[in-house]
Nanobody, 128 residues
Framework: QVQLVESGGGSVQPGGSLRLSCAFS????????IAWFRQGPGKELEGVAC????????YYATSVKGRFTISRDAAKNAVILQMNNLKPEDTGVYYC?????????????????????WGQGTQVTVSL
């Protein structure tokens, strides 16, 4: 498994921005995918974005496309989620998760069962 540590959560007003970071440990997997999931109050866990590191392929939930960007910070061995134009419905605990994409049991990137390493989560609150 891969060790993951999230940081960068906080509170912001609607329209504001936050930058989340997911630092990951060295891994012996053949390939690595890092995804961000979130769970809002009273809501189920949902996939937000995913990055396949080897190919730089990205996936986004429809609700965040055009506002969020997932990318790699190679210098820091981390994956960044830049969140712009935040909305109250973006509120929740954000988790990063990792797995070898070749081993995904599901072809849907946002399926949580694809990921076997999880961080502790970081709170994001968007409100006036």
């Amino acid at each position: 498994q891969v060790q993951l540590v999230e940081s960068g959560g906080g509170s912001v007003q609607p329209g504001g921005s936050l930058r989340l970071s997911c630092a990951f440990s060295e891994y012996t997997l053949g390939s690595l995918s890092i995804a961000w999931f979130r769970q809002g109050p009273g809501k189920e866990l949902e996939g937000v974005a995913c990055l396949i590191l080897a190919d730089s392929i990205t996936y986004y939930a429809t609700s965040v496309k055009g506002r969020f960007t997932i990318s790699r910070d190679a210098a820091k061995n981390a994956v960044i989620l830049q969140m712009n134009n935040l909305k109250p419905e973006d509120t929740g605990v954000y988790y990063c998760a990792a797995a070898d994409p070749v081993q995904w049991p599901s072809s849907s990137w946002f399926d949580r069962t694809n990921f076997d390493s999880w961080g502790q989560g970081t709170q994001v609150t968007v409100s006036l």
